[in-house]
T-cell receptor, first 114, second 118 residues
Framework: AQSVAQPEDQVNVAEGNPLTVKCTYS??????LFWYVQYPNRGLQFLLK??????LVKGSYGFEAEFNKSQTSFHLKKPSALVSDSALYFC????????????FGTGTQLKVEL | GAVVSQHPSRVICKSGTSVKIECRSL??????MFWYRQFPKKSLMLMAT?????????EQGVEKDKFLINHASLTLSTLTVTSAHPEDSSFYIC??????????????FGPGTRLTVL
């Protein structure tokens, strides 16, 4: 069974400061990893994904994530946070061994303050 | 980019009635669509996988007779909540994968439907 853990329910950061949203995963094989963002009463928007290759993945809106196989982590980062980045962020994993099923973490609420 | 729409965006109904939610892929074809349910401040719970031309695959604990799924075409899947009760009130989100994309491709999500059962 695959699973995702997002250990922080909420992350607070000042605008202009770097931000990190943590994610660890568990799959039986090699993973496909994804980050999505959700604004209030909206669906999920795709941010970035790790499939293979370079462990540092760059995505939309200046976000990036680093795949660390030894630590089974895929933390989301941004060098300089904006107030408009405030939203709910979900990490998700899919076992590339088969199947379409995405498993999501519990979500991390990011709050960026002036 | 790939766009998925849902209709309606918000619906209020009386207990005991049925509600149909549509999920459409607007600029791509999707042999597979997914239906999720999201409770307030909670993660997405996969309810079922909708397969074009065949029966949906339901996750454990999801009543298939209560949540009817039909994937009639490569661009449309519908979720019907039958005999709705207040506990069915939730935010329902669909997603779709482009049938021409590889297995590593991401799912594209609809904007969600807020269902309130009185």
């Amino acid at each position: 069974a695959q699973s995702v853990a997002q250990p922080e329910d909420q992350v607070n950061v000042a605008e202009g400061n770097p931000l990190t949203v943590k994610c660890t995963y568990s799959v039986s094989g090699n993973p496909y990893l994804f980050w999505y963002v959700q604004y209030p009463n909206r669906g999920l928007q795709f941010l970035l994904k790790y499939i293979t290759g370079d462990n540092l993945v760059k995505g939309s809106y200046g976000f990036e994530a680093e795949f660390n196989k030894s630590q089974t982590s895929f933390h989301l980062k941004k060098p300089s946070a904006l107030v408009s980045d405030s939203a709910l962020y979900f990490c998700a994993v899919r076992d590339r061994g088969g199947g379409n099923k995405l498993t999501f973490g519990t979500g991390t609420q990011l709050k960026v303050e002036l | 980019g790939a766009v998925v729409s849902q209709h309606p965006s918000r619906v209020i109904c009386k207990s005991g009635t049925s509600v149909k939610i549509e999920c459409r892929s607007l600029d791509f074809q999707a042999t597979t669509m997914f239906w999720y349910r999201q409770f307030p401040k909670k993660s997405l719970m996969l309810m079922a996988t909708s397969n074009e031309g065949s029966k949906a695959t339901y996750e454990q604990g999801v009543e298939k007779d209560k949540f009817l799924i039909n994937h009639a075409s490569l661009t449309l899947s519908t979720l019907t909540v039958t005999s709705a009760h207040p506990e069915d009130s939730s935010f329902y989100i669909c997603s779709a994968r482009d049938r021409l994309a590889g297995l590593d491709n991401e799912q594209f999500f609809g904007p969600g439907t807020r269902l309130t059962v009185l």
